[in-house]
């Protein structure tokens, strides 16, 4: 270690050792710098790591490594039922009731939490996730990102999915179903609940399924054959003058 230092004092000052050797006749004096050099400690080599050499490294790349690395150095052991009864307990402890006990939410029926817990979903594809996460780094992206909300968008929530998704390949059926599930309710949690901003807070959602044939009954006009431009522009006139005309007298007699 110390032979760098002492190459390194010795090639850049010799000038200085030339200067300091003593004339003749005169007393030969110690050389205190040189002293003080040499009972000086080398200080520790440069060690110039991966992100000192590359400041823009890939974070998501390295973290894939060290997934691959622990993968290889210890394999997990296959599902036991302890594990998968805490897994069931874990779900069921983030069930959509007992994560608006502990934040306080907007009060919603039953019948509403039964409904979004239906449309969770239960599988997701790892090569959908990394092709969604990847495309969120383009600048078509990025570029819509600012069109729509006025700054880039963050790409950790769409690599989060991804590694959570080659995390439960190794589950069986039931208990991946079961983390995805846990998975998704959690982001749903995250985005809406909480009193956060929701698009309950504009349009009312149903709280039950619509009843078969009670929907899409308006009766129209089917249009003739063989008809021209003229005759369709009269006939929607026609009927657009008809629902002004019953709009008009709704509102009188809502008035009266």
Partial sequence: MGWF????????????AATTTPAAGTPPQTSTPASTQSTTPPPPPATSSRDDR????DREIQKFWDLLQSDSQSPPPPPTPSTS??????????DPSALSAMKPSRNRTPESIAISESLL????????????????????SQWNAVYRYGTVRSCSELWDDFWFCMRTKSYSPEMRANAIKAHYRAKEEAKYGGGKPSSEDIWESRSEKVQPG????????PPAENEGDKEWQTQELERRRRIRESLASQSGTGRE
């Fill in 5 to 16: 230092w002492q190459q390194q004092s010795t090639s850049s000052s010799p000038s200085s």
């Fill in 214 to 221: 009670t929907a899409f009954q308006t009766k129209f006009d």
């Fill in 121 to 140: 979903p239960e599988d997701m594809s790892c090569r959908d996730a990394f092709d969604y996460a990847w495309h969120c780094h383009t600048p078509g």
């Fill in 85 to 94: 009864q805490s897994i069931t307990s874990s779900t069921s402890t983030s």
């Fill in 54 to 57: 590359d400041p823009t490294v």
